[in-house]
Nanobody, 114 residues
Framework: QVQLVESGGGLVQPGGSLRLSCAAS????????MNWYRQAPGKQRELVAS???????NYADSVKGRFTISRDNAKNTVYLQMNSLKSEDTAVYYC????????WGQGTQVTVSS
């Protein structure tokens, strides 16, 4: 059974940083494409960052240069380092992988506000 558990969200001031974690079980993250999505109130869920099994990364234009996706193979965990946060980054962030079907974590709230 695949489980993805996100953590690390919270309230941060504009310009601040947060690191989100996605602890995976039932899959091996280094063998899977792993994604971070976010959904803001009243908006559609959008892909923020992804890392392929080969280690290639992709980012939404809105977060390029500010967010970094990475993985720790020993901990079977994927991270999203978020720097220079803006109010428009406020959303629930979800970890996702597609192994036969799509699996989602429960989400973690990120609020950027002064």
């Amino acid at each position: 059974q695949v489980q993805l558990v996100e953590s690390g969200g919270g309230l941060v001031q504009p310009g601040g940083s947060l690191r989100l974690s996605c602890a995976a079980s039932g899959i091996i993250v280094r063998l899977s494409a792993m994604n971070w999505y976010r959904q803001a109130p009243g908006k559609q869920r959008e892909l923020v960052a992804s890392v392929s099994s080969g280690g290639n990364t992709n980012y939404a234009d809105s977060v390029k240069g500010r967010f970094t996706i990475s993985r720790d193979n020993a901990k079977n965990t994927v991270y999203l380092q978020m720097n220079s946060l803006k109010s428009e980054d406020t959303a629930v962030y979800y970890c996702n992988c597609n192994v036969g079907r799509s699996f989602w974590g429960q989400g973690t709230q990120v609020t950027v506000s002064s």
